[in-house]
């Protein structure tokens, strides 16, 4: 089996309470380390490449992205899944080639943008969906996409504004979508209500990943949240040798 048939597996015939966990890498040795844990996937979070890199989370320079994204591909054995954030600005086509050619095998796209003096702004959804075809008529059955939904990150609270979003992202070829920062007591509303696998995130202080599963999750990811956690480890350990 494909890399990219193996992830695409991975996200079916989930029973309730076992969701894919997928871990978020930032550099090649945490990709190892997760691997080694026993991870059958992984997928890198923008924010934490960045962090890794020396930038603020959406300024890393695409060519930065995609050559830390290789870097972790080649690091692993195991299918890895990339946030592109919003595609760079750069056509389907070549946006699916550059993706390819690091060797992963699925991508986040999301769907807002940092607007005029930082306000972030989300794009018309039948805008995104137009886009998101045009990934998928590139890509064929090449990549695994998912299509992030932050109508929750923008400040529009209502389920039936991401169901919305959801359901045309999927019509256009999505293989999951992703409202990220839905509260927890949204997912089972948001699971009735679109087809198809459904990622959640997992934070600091909320359920488990198996209690997002048995909400609606099929995929649970944590965004840059255990690069924190890493830190946080590494900083007490710093401080036992002053």
Not at 34 to 43: D, R
Not at 128 to 134: G, I, K, N, R, S
């Amino acid at each position: 089996m494909s890399p990219v048939a193996a992830l695409r597996a991975l996200h079916h015939d989930r029973a309730p309470g076992d969701p894919l966990i997928l871990p978020g890498p930032w550099d090649a040795a945490s990709a190892r380390v997760f691997e080694e844990a026993g991870s059958p996937a992984l997928a890198t979070p923008s924010a934490g490449v960045a962090l890794s890199l020396g930038y603020e989370d959406g300024q890393v320079p695409p060519d930065e992205m995609f050559a830390a994204i290789a870097r972790i591909v080649r690091s692993v054995s195991v299918p890895v899944s990339a946030d592109i954030e919003g595609g760079y600005g750069l056509p389907a086509k070549e946006l699916v080639e550059r993706l390819l050619e690091t060797g992963a095998v699925g991508c986040n796209l999301e769907d807002s943008f940092a607007g005029e003096e930082g306000a972030g702004l989300l794009r018309e959804a039948a805008e995104q969906a137009d886009f998101l075809a045009e990934v998928r008529a590139a890509a064929g059955s090449r990549l695994f996409v998912n299509a992030r939904v932050d109508t929750f990150l923008r400040g529009v609270p209502e389920v039936a504004a991401a169901v919305e979003r959801a359901r045309l992202y999927v019509a256009a070829g999505a293989d999951c979508v992703y409202p990220i920062l839905a509260p927890p007591e949204a997912l089972p509303a948001l699971r009735a209500g679109i087809e198809g696998p459904l990622n959640a995130i997992a934070r600091a202080g909320g359920p488990s990943p198996q209690e997002l599963g048995s909400m609606g999750a099929t995929r649970v990811t944590f965004g840059p949240g255990l690069l924190h956690a890493s830190m946080e480890a590494l900083a007490g350990i710093v401080a036992k040798l002053t």
